[in-house]
Nanobody
Framework: QVQLVESGGGLVQAGGSLRLSCATS??????MGWFREAPGKEREFVAA????????YYSDSVKGRFTISRDNAKNTVYLQMNSLKPEDTAVYYC?????????????????WGQGTQVTVSS
């Protein structure tokens, strides 16, 4: 059984940084991603990484500020978030896929974490 355990959310002032972690267990993933959902908005893609060749993908809204990375030995993916803005406030979800598909869309992902709240104050 695949489990995704997220950690690292919290409250930070605008311009600050946070690092999210997502530890996986159960299977080797082909790709992993981060999505977020703000109140009243649809879930949106944030970043993704392919497990074997480490290609990375970012939404335009976070490119240059967020960095996704992975630690194979720990089966963990990270999202380093710098220069945070109030509009980054959302619940952030880790997602994992064992199959093929675009890493930037949610239907690709079969497994999801419970979500972690990120709040950026102005």
């Amino acid at each position: 059984q695949v489990q995704l355990v997220e950690s690292g959310g919290g409250l930070v002032q605008a311009g600050g940084s946070l690092r999210l972690s997502c530890a996986t267990s159960g299977r080797t993933m082909r790709s992993m991603g981060w999505f977020r959902e703000a109140p009243g908005k649809e879930r949106e893609f944030v970043a993704a990484i392919s497990w074997s060749i480490s290609n990375t993908y970012y939404s335009d809204s976070v490119k240059g500020r967020f960095t996704i990375s992975r630690d194979n030995a720990k089966n963990t993916v990270y999202l380093q978030m710098n220069s945070l803005k109030p509009e980054d406030t959302a619940v952030y979800y880790c997602a994992a896929s064992t199959g093929w598909g675009s890493p930037t869309i949610s239907p690709t992902y079969k497994y999801w974490g419970q979500g972690t709240q990120v709040t950026v104050s102005s």
